[in-house]
């Protein structure tokens, strides 16, 4: 009777197939993180619903660590617990403020203390400190919630800078103001007075100004500076006026 015994590989065969899987390995992550850049900047989740959901994040995750650090007496760790969780709540007061009375008024005196956080390069940059405060305590979590908010601080410095930037060529450009207020009136089918994100984007397109979804968002919430959730004309011509030649409001210098 005899046995059956099993091929063993050689060990140049070996080396063979590891490499294959390296290499598609290497090809997977490669097509894996394009995949994610170009979500993260055209993907159909909006700018202000990652950042909230990074602040939530934020303040769950702060909330169990300080009462772990209290319990182990670690107090030093408990004071950089409460610095993210007070980070965190803010993030949420700006994503979400006009959304929720309650927030409202702590929105209105944020922007009042703290005017450059009207500007999403401004929301980018605290956004960016909460990020690093939530890594510096180096736990897993924390690391991994702190990149992902240092990642959407970046996203929003990036895409805010680049809606700008056409959003002052279009200023710059032939387009007359009689123009842009027969596309609003064409945007505003209800005849509110005001546009939605969606009925902005039409306003865009029929503008003929190439931002993708994200760009749109940025550029909403960047005339929209009273917050309300809603674009008016008034607000359009304030901008419009605010960064005629001369004026340098509108476009920050930002270095990235």
Not at 60 to 87: K, P, Q, S
Not at 145 to 154: D, K, P, S, T
Not at 197 to 216: S, Y
Request: hydrophobic share 50%; net charge negative; aromatic share 10%.
């Amino acid at each position: 009777m005899s046995s059956y015994a099993a091929p063993t590989s050689s060990a140049p065969f070996d080396e063979v197939l590891n490499a294959q899987n390296a290499a598609e390995a290497k090809m997977f992550a490669k097509d894996t993180a394009l995949e994610v850049q170009k979500h993260m900047r055209e993907g159909d989740w909006s700018l202000r619903l990652l950042a909230l959901l990074g602040g939530l994040a934020m303040m769950a995750v702060a909330i169990l660590g300080f009462v772990g650090d209290i319990l182990t007496l670690n107090w030093f760790a408990a004071l950089f617990e409460v610095y993210v969780f007070v980070l965190g709540v803010i993030i949420v007061v700006l994503e979400s403020g006009q959304r929720f009375s309650m927030f409202a008024r702590v929105e209105s005196g944020l922007y009042k203390n703290a005017l450059f956080l009207k500007y999403i390069w401004g929301r980018g940059i605290i956004y960016f400190v909460a990020g690093s405060i939530q890594i510096s305590l180096r736990d897993l979590v924390n690391v991994v919630i702190g990149l992902y908010v240092c990642g959407i601080a970046i996203l929003y410095i990036v895409v805010g800078r680049r809606a700008a930037n056409k959003l002052k060529a279009l200023r710059m450009s032939a387009c007359t103001p009689q123009q842009v207020q027969e596309s609003f009136a064409k945007a505003d089918e209800e005849g509110q007075g005001s546009l939605t994100l969606a009925q902005f984007q039409e306003l865009v397109g029929f503008l003929g100004l190439d931002l993708n979804r994200r760009e749109t968002e940025a550029a909403f919430m960047q005339i929209d500076r009273s917050q309300t959730g809603r674009l008016t004309y008034e607000s359009i011509q304030m901008w419009w006026s605010d960064d005629a030649p001369g004026h340098d409001s509108f476009v920050p210098v930002v270095v990235i």
